[in-house]
């Protein structure tokens, strides 16, 4: 069975430190990876998505990066963090190609940034 | 820019009433995705309904997809506490890797 990891599960961070966010997926391979922040009780805003080793596309220009070096490892990142850093990180991965497939989400990370 | 309204934003009832959540667009859909998150944890899908007009039930819950595929609805029969959550829908094209996301329907229902 196919199982997704996130870690940290919770990070406090101060103002201009760097980020490093790791997500990996065991159990299937080539599978789309996303990442998402969530704002308390709210919605999810997608923020990179990638379908393939080394393939980025990302959504919200910001501060943050994120970087696929293996199939099933996925990595947000930030040089410098800000204050509107803070929020809930969501790794997920999905099987197929298009939009209906179903979307596995890890347990999150709960980053405060102070 | 396409957007899922989701209605209400929050809803706080008593333990055996009955609820609706809904989910609008102007945007047409291959499919529509509907998720429950409980606080800490990443969400987890309930139901995919991808046919206009698609009733699906799941247990007490009860989704329905629009003819038109644009609109979506959750009603959920003598809520119990445990039904407490964020639900969420995901609109999904097949012409892409994303889902279009709601921003959620808080729910409590108090024992």
């Known amino acids: 069975s196919q199982t997704i990891h996130q870690w940290p599960a919770t990070l406090v961070q101060p103002v201009g430190s760097p980020l490093s966010l790791e997500c990996t997926v065991e159990g299937t391979s080539n599978p789309n990876l996303y990442w998402y922040r969530q704002a308390a009780g709210r919605g999810l805003q997608l923020l990179f998505y990638s379908v393939g080793i080394g393939q980025i596309s990302s959504e919200v220009p910001q501060n943050l990066s994120a970087s696929r070096p293996q199939d099933r490892q996925f990595i947000l990142s930030s040089k410098k963090l800000l204050l509107s850093d803070s929020g809930f990180y969501l790794c997920?991965?999905?099987?197929?190609?298009?939009?209906?497939?179903?979307?596995?989400f890890g347990p999150g990370t709960r980053l405060t940034v102070l | 820019t396409q957007l899922l309204e989701q209605s209400p934003q929050f809803l706080s009832i008593q333990e055996g009433e009955n609820l609706t959540v809904y989910c609008n667009s102007s945007?047409?859909?291959?499919?529509l995705q509907w998720y429950r998150q409980e606080p800490g944890e990443g969400p987890v899908l309930l139901v995919t309904?991808?046919?206009g007009g698609e009733v699906k039930k799941l247990k007490r819950l009860t989704f329905q997809f629009g003819d038109a595929r644009k609109d979506s609805s959750l009603h959920i029969t003598a809520a119990q506490p445990g039904d407490t959550g964020l639900y969420l829908c995901?609109?999904?094209?097949?012409?892409?890797?994303?889902?279009?996301w709601g921003a959620g329907t808080k729910l409590i229902i108090k024992p």
């Open positions: 309904v991808v046919t």
């Open positions: 995901a609109g999904g094209k097949d012409s892409n890797y994303q889902l279009i």
């Open positions: 945007s047409v859909f291959s499919s």
């Open positions: 997920a991965w999905s099987e197929g190609p298009v939009g209906r497939d179903t979307q596995y």
